[in-house]
């Protein structure tokens, strides 16, 4: 959107920001069953298999995965509902956000 100034005819443009991206991430533990991470990957974070395996397999050999980049209330509304989904089925299964430097 610009506007100009009447007594120096310049323009001015206004910016409009992005808002803050926040990383969603798999945190791996020891009793949740693979196939239980990877059905979560597909159903809350819409990967197909291979992606959802490849995750899921990051996750557990380096500890953490990024699973997906989101604004701050998309990502922490992805966490909580894959970690809730985890919970109601016994699985200690977490994913935590932070923000993306």
Known sequence: MSQTNPTTGTA???KVQRPPLHKVILVNDDYTPR???VMVLKAE????ESQASRVMM???ERG???VAVFPR????TKATRATDM???RGFPLLFTTE???
């Open 99 to 101: 923000p993306e430097e």
């Open 64 to 66: 953490v995965c990024v």
């Open 73 to 76: 209330d998309v990502a922490e």
């Open 35 to 37: 196939e239980f991470v």
């Open 12 to 14: 001015t443009i206004t």
């Open 86 to 88: 985890a919970r109601e």
């Open 45 to 48: 974070f819409r990967m197909n």
């Open 58 to 60: 990051t996750a557990h």
